[in-house]
């Protein structure tokens, strides 16, 4: 059992930065890979990034590729999103995502993944 708690999100303009947090409690942080998601209203929560159990890989949505940066630290059991020259389009609630994994696995899709933290919302004004 993981239990996340994200932090981080709040009002930004447009080109601003902003970054998240996750921050995991029950389990070995390590042995899970990690995942962030969003989902603005109205539409279905969609894939940002994720990072492997082992750090070696990442994986990126197209729309945020080259802005955004997804890190964890095993030591201190928390995952990073490191959100620059933020769009209006970013707006949506970020979620975090666990999944117990073998080493090097990056899920992309929600259903791949066990745990789940509240969210914490982004608003990026234009």
């Known amino acids: 059992q993981v239990l996340l708690v994200e932090s981080g999100g709040g009002l930004v303009q447009a080109g601003g930065s902003l970054r998240l947090s996750c921050a995991a409690s029950g389990s070995t942080f390590n042995s899970y890979a990690m995942g962030w998601f969003r989902q603005a209203p109205g539409t279905e929560r969609e894939f940002v990034a994720a990072i492997s159990r082992s750090i070696i890989r990442t994986d990126y949505a197209d729309s945020v590729k080259g802005r955004f940066t997804i890190s964890r630290d095993n030591a201190k059991n928390t995952m990073y999103l490191q959100m620059n020259s933020l769009r209006p389009e970013d707006t949506a609630d970020y979620y975090c995502?666990?999944?117990?994994?073998?080493?090097?696995?990056?899920?992309?899709?929600?259903?791949?993944?066990?745990?789940w933290g509240q969210g914490t919302q982004v608003t990026v004004s234009s």
């Open positions: 995502a666990a999944v117990a994994s073998l080493r090097h696995w990056v899920p992309r899709v929600p259903d791949e993944y066990e745990y």
